[in-house]
């Protein structure tokens, strides 16, 4: 389960922040909480469990999807993993670490928002100047693209 540290990281927009946020009775989550609402009482944690329960098993459906739109929207650059603009930012684990993107947060931030070359195609990615010029990305894609990419950066990137 990630923590509510990477939670708090992300646009107000998540859905998953979003509906912690409501199970603990809170407007918004505080970035330096570290446990999953400390001051819920007993009669809120099912509530919060079978949210997050629900969020979870929801991500195998979208895999498929996060396949398509990897192809559509990063295989130009990406293909298998490799880079044809930046030798040295390529998917595979090693140069993950390397660039310090290993992390599923890392991975998020910037498909998100974009680095250098590579534009953000996050909904609310700003500068205009740093995002792609085509249609946005949802919370739940983007954090489903990252989630692909370090599912295959873990097997080298074959199929």
Known sequence: ??????????TATNRKCRTIAAACGKAHIQPHTAKLCPQANAATTPLVLAAISTLISVTPVNAAESVDLF?????????????VLAVGATLFPEDLRRNGVDSSEALYKIIYGGKGKMPGF??????????TFGPRL???EVAGLAALVQERA?????S
């Open 138 to 140: 949802s919370d739940d």
């Open 1 to 10: 389960m990630e923590s509510l540290r990477s939670c708090a990281a992300r």
């Open 71 to 83: 192809n559509n929207k990063c295989a130009g650059c990406h293909m298998n993993g490799g880079n």
């Open 122 to 131: 996050g909904k609310d990615c700003a500068p205009k100047g740093a995002c």
């Open 154 to 158: 873990a097997t080298g990137w074959k």
